[in-house]
């Protein structure tokens, strides 16, 4: 899908991108040759035919997997600069990045490993052309809270490096309640505080997420219209939803774009922002996921400005930085 120049050349802020999702099979098949890691893979082609989702969790372990190609710094170097060119491209001139630890250290790759190859690929797209980056530190539904605990702590000696604690993987089964204990020592280290609720869960964990984990922007939430009073919190309290178009339809949150809530949850006067989740995964960056739904909709021109304008609004830049993007 080719967004319209003028969609396009907007400069825009997202805010729900995985950057183990923004993997491309490319980089993949290449890492994992490097590497001497063994994929079902051996085409680009291949790699496209197999990413065909029936739910989160058919995506999830190919996800997984993908990502085990990843091994030393100059990998995690690509993998957030193949990103970042990607930022450049799509003129995403703020982004807000979810980092998932869990992900590598069972292979024994720990924080230093990664963190600088994020950092140098961050510093580079800086100096070049002036990328603003901020990291959010995800972890795992489906571990459990002890673990994800031990992870917070690990990432003491990193807390300058992230602005948020969030929550991805396996929504269901994995309540908010279960991760209570650690979004109180999160809140206690001053991260801002969000999660994924509502994509294949129901309102309840959305009400969970916002009641015992504290958090103040919701990945996802689109099942939120299921609970009217839910929906009346969400407006009052402006609470943010970082909603991912392409990704719904792929993981069939939704049967087809044409049956997607964003214009209701917009119209419920909700802060809709529009994000690509996993690009490399679910065919699309944020251009053609603002693309999508501005051409199922025939969305006003207004309406596309607000859904940017939302973006970085519900950023957790700080407010003199949110003043220059606005
Ligand atoms: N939901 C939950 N976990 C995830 C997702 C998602 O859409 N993408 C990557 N991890
Ligand atoms: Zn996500």
């Known amino acids: ?126 100096d070049q052309w002036g990328q603003s980056v901020l990291l959010i530190l995800s972890l795992l539904k489906h571990t459990s809270e002890e673990e994800c605990i031990q992870v917070l702590e690990m990432a003491d000696a990193w807390r300058d490096d992230f602005v948020a604690l969030g929550m991805a993987s396996t929504e269901l089964g994995n309540p908010p309640e279960k991760f209570a204990r650690l979004f109180e020592l999160g809140k206690q280290r001053g991260y801002e505080l969000t999660t994924h609720a509502g994509e294949e869960g129901p309102p309840a964990f959305i009400w969970g997420s916002l009641q015992v984990m504290n958090v103040t922007r919701i990945d996802h939430g689109v099942r939120c219209l299921e609970d009217p009073t839910l929906v009346d919190y969400l407006r009052e309290h402006q609470i943010a939803l970082t909603v991912c178009p392409l990704s719904n339809i792929r993981l069939r949150v939704f049967n087809a774009m044409a049956d997607h809530n964003i214009v209701e949850l917009m119209q419920q006067g909700l802060k809709v922002t529009i994000n690509s989740d996993d690009p490399a995964y679910f065919g699309g960056y944020l251009n053609d996921n603002f693309c999508a739904v501005a051409e199922q909709f025939n969305l006003s021109q207004a309406d596309v400005l607000t859904l940017i304008k939302n973006g970085f609004e519900a950023s957790y830049l700080r407010n003199e930085r949110k003043a220059y993007f606005l």
């Open 1 to 126: 899908i080719a967004a319209p120049d003028w969609i396009s050349s907007l400069p825009k802020a997202e805010l729900h991108i995985h950057l183990d999702g923004s993997l491309e099979a490319g980089r993949m098949l290449q890492l994992a040759q490097k590497n001497g890691v063994e994929l079902p893979y051996k085409s680009v082609e291949e790699v496209a035919q197999a990413y065909n989702f029936t739910d989160l969790q058919s995506f999830l372990d190919l996800y997984y997997m993908g990502a085990s190609v990843l091994c030393d710094e100059e990998d995690f170097y690509h993998l957030m600069m193949d990103y970042l060119l990607q930022c450049k491209a799509n003129n995403i001139v703020h982004t807000e990045i979810m980092i998932e630890p869990q992900t590598y250290l069972p292979r024994g790759i720990g924080f230093e490993v990664f963190m600088s190859g994020f950092r140098r690929a961050m510093r580079d797209a800086a």
